[in-house]
Nanobody, 125 residues
Framework: QVQLVESGGGLVQAGGSLRLSCAAS????????MGWFRQAPGKEREFVAA???????????YHADSVKGRFTISRDNTKNTVYLQMNSLKPEDTAVYYC???????????????WGQGTQVTVSS
């Protein structure tokens, strides 16, 4: 069982930056692939980024095209934490951002088993 708690959301102007954190409890954090997703009002939840388990291809990462070059996912296995660094934010990035963990090593867009409660990110124009 893994419990996830996100933090770091808030209100930022377009062009600004935020760093989201997701603290995980439970054992064997390093064996889980981790992901970030987001859901804007009236829209379906969408994949943002994923990072592989530490045992998989050097914790390879995978970012959605919509955020590639602006967002970066990373993990600190000593702190059981995964991060999402968000730069050059746009109003269309406004959403609730969710952290997720999957019981498998690969950084992919689906098959996540555990979810956090979400943190709101609002980007003003």
């Amino acid at each position: 069982q893994v419990q996830l708690v996100e933090s770091g959301g808030g209100l930022v102007q377009a062009g600004g930056s935020l760093r989201l954190s997701c603290a995980a409890s439970g054992r064997a954090f390093g064996s889980y692939a981790m992901g970030w997703f987001r859901q804007a009002p009236g829209k379906e939840r969408e994949f943002v980024a994923a990072i592989a388990a530490i045992t998989w291809k050097g914790s390879s990462t995978y970012h959605a095209d919509s955020v590639k070059g602006r967002f970066t996912i990373s993990r600190d296995n000593t702190k059981n934490t995964v991060y999402l660094q968000m730069n050059s934010l746009k109003p269309e990035d406004t959403a609730v951002y969710y952290c997720a963990a999957r019981s498998g090593p690969r950084a992919i867009q689906y098959e996540y088993d555990y979810w956090g409660q979400g943190t709101q990110v609002t980007v003003s124009s």
